[in-house]
């Protein structure tokens, strides 16, 4: 399907990229045109038919598109490099999902909760590289992809699951109990994309349910385990083609290998994947906004019942008012998750022991004490050292606000665009009302997912008009040899006393008031 609405530019869309060229545009463009082609081959032509089978029948799903993805390289762009992924971050994952969501949201999501899904493991260190994302990208050459979810909302708890000071009031009723070899998990997760097609979940529970603030803590979960069950798929008003579903653990087993990142950690592993994902959903709403605004303008300029309208000046205005405003969210998820890669988290990733690491064939990682030792607490103390030594509470803070307000932002900007673009076509646009009626069904889900607006705009206020730094890196610890060779943790220290903490307390200045 061929549209009125000229192909924009990455310059265009974005100019200070081609002012700049401070992105690796080239790499980019071509992850981007690999996302329009997939969006226009499969997604808009398959968009209506989707959303009206996932309507009557929730739990239907067509695996069909996911192998059409994975022939695309949409599952396996966040994956590290040397996984066998194209390596990206959040700016990638936010211009994917724009291209994506501007064809059909619905299906789009399916790609966006697979990539929140694994976010978790790329800040989990190098525990994590082998196994699990090494399997999905070969299970993307194999054509039988598998699909990840990320599970944090409970029935009691949605909002306050979502942020670290809420948590400790929140109404946790999951637990991970811990048995020899690891843990058994139990309890309900609720509204979770992909929850019912997913073959491994990134899940939040609590090893103590009366601290759960303090030990929240992220698994990783193969959804083949004994005792993991669907128990409900949602009846959905938008974003139909990705199911959500509530997801039952009776006593799940976990092996302790398998907690990403390290025990107790959650709550701050939460802080920074929600910093990353809401750039993406800032993405996802100016892709709803544009595919609207590209709609109308379409019919504006072809269909015979239109004729004449473009002449008149309110048309005209609306249009602009259109234009604006999803230039200004375009605007503001690329000023967020250009600071999230570049200032808070890129120097993380692209770090020269990082990137050493990586350059070790799988083959070697993969032998019994290499992997030991990824898998340690050395290891994962080391990967949180890092990180401290990388960045800093303040910038992640910061970044959160920013990453809060694209979504939220994105968020009203796609409801006002497609509302716009249905009152301008009317009851005479034919086919295309369809088309944007759906879309402004779909809108509503980016004011909620990923924490509501209100929350959202909570952590604006916080980290920009209020200059508070949160905590949300998770605490330095040191490994003490005991008398008896064996080793302990500090698990409770926030700091280590030896840290390079010089980045915190410089970055934080006077403004940092936790
Ligand atoms: C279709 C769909 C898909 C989803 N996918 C996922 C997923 O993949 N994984 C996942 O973990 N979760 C997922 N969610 C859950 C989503 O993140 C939550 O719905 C969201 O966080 C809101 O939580 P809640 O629904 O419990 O609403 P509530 O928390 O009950 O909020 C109700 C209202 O009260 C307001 N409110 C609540 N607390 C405060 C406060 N402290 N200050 C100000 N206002 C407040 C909210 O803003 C909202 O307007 C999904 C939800 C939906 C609907």
Known sequence: MTSIARER???????????????????????????????????????????????????????????AGAEHGMLS??????????????????????????????IALIFGAHALGISPLLLGGPSQWDGVLAELVASECTGEPQLMACAITEPEAGTDVEDPDL????????????????????????????????????????????????????????????????????????????????????????????????????????????????PPVGAIATGIARGAYERVLDWLHEDPTAKGLLERQHVQLALADMEEEIHLARQLYMDAATELDHAALGDAMSHPVVRSLAHVPASIRGRAPV?????????????????????????????????????????????????????????????????????WRDAKLTQIYEGTNQLNRLEVYRGLCHEETIQCLPPLRRIHPDTDGKTRTNAHAHAHPDADTDRNASANGDGGRS
């Open 167 to 278: 948590l400790r009031l929140a109404r946790i009723t999951s637990h991970a109990r811990r048995v020899p070899g690891g843990f058994r998990l139990s309890g309900t997760k609720r509204f979770i994309s992909n929850g019912s097609v997913a073959r491994w979940i990134t899940i939040l529970m609590p090893t103590d349910p009366r601290h759960a603030a303090e030990t929240w803590t992220c698994f990783l979960v193969d959804t083949r385990s004994e005792g993991f069950a669907v128990s409900r798929v949602e009846h959905k008003m938008g974003q139909r083609a990705c199911p959500a579903a509530e997801l039952t653990f009776e006593d799940v087993f976990v092996p302790a290998e398998r907690i990403v990142g390290r025990e107790a950690d959650g709550a701050a592993a939460t802080t920074i994947v929600l910093a990353c994902s809401r």
């Open 371 to 439: 992997r030991g030792w990824l898998h340690s607490d050395r290891a994962r103390d080391a990967t949180i050292a890092l990180l401290h030594r990388t960045t800093s509470e303040h910038a992640v803070t910061r970044s959160l606000a920013l990453s809060s307000m694209a979504k939220a932002r994105g968020g009203d900007v796609a409801m006002r665009v497609t509302g716009a673009a249905l009152e301008l076509a009317g009851l005479r646009a034919g086919p295309v009302r369809a088309e944007l009626e759906k879309l």
């Open 77 to 106: 762009f966040l994956i590290p490099k040397p996984d066998g992924g194209a390596g990206g971050l959040a700016t990638q994952a936010a211009v994917v999902m724009e291209e994506l969501c501007a064809a059909c949201p619905g």
């Open 9 to 67: 530019s990455l310059g265009e869309q974005f100019p200070r990229l081609a002012a700049n060229g401070g992105l690796d545009a080239p790499e980019l463009q071509r992850l981007r045109a690999r996302a329009r082609r997939f969006a226009e081959e499969h997604l808009r032509p398959r968009a209506l038919e989707i959303d009206r089978r996932t309507g009557e029948e929730p739990g239907w799903f067509d695996w069909n598109l996911v192998r």
